[in-house]
């Protein structure tokens, strides 16, 4: 069955950074692209960024262009969020996801705290 494992949440200072990681298994993870989500407390889950099956197109929300970048490493079957210059307005559960055979998936999220 799809697993997907996030770590790397915690919490940070504003202008700080956080590496997030997702470990999938239960399917064939070089075939699929994979996605960053986020949800803060009271709001709707939203799209942080997403990585085609090959690395080689990547998209992100506007609010998080520039300081935030999705990677992937199909070897490890690992997708990473690094975050930089962090704000309090990230403060937010972050989610890995994919849709995987006409359903979508999702990991158990990871806390991310932005606070001085």
């Known amino acids: 069955q799809v697993q997907l494992v996030e770590s790397g949440g915690g919490l940070v200072q504003p202008g700080g950074s956080l590496r997030l990681s997702c470990a999938a298994s239960?399917?064939?993870?070089?075939?699929?692209?994979m996605s960053w989500y986020r949800q803060a407390p009271g709001k709707e889950r939203e799209l942080v960024a997403s990585?085609?099956?090959?690395?080689?197109?990547?998209t992100y929300a506007d609010s998080m262009k520039g300081r935030f970048t999705i990677s992937r490493d199909n070897a490890k079957n690992t997708v990473y969020l690094q975050m930089n210059s962090l704000k309090p307005a990230d403060t937010a559960v972050y989610y890995c996801?994919?849709?995987?055979?006409?359903?979508?998936?999702w990991g158990q999220g990871t806390q991310v705290t932005v606070s001085s």
């Open positions: 239960g399917f064939t993870f070089q075939y699929y692209t």
């Open positions: 990585i085609s099956s090959t690395g080689g197109i990547t």
């Open positions: 996801s994919t849709r995987y055979r006409s359903s979508r998936y």
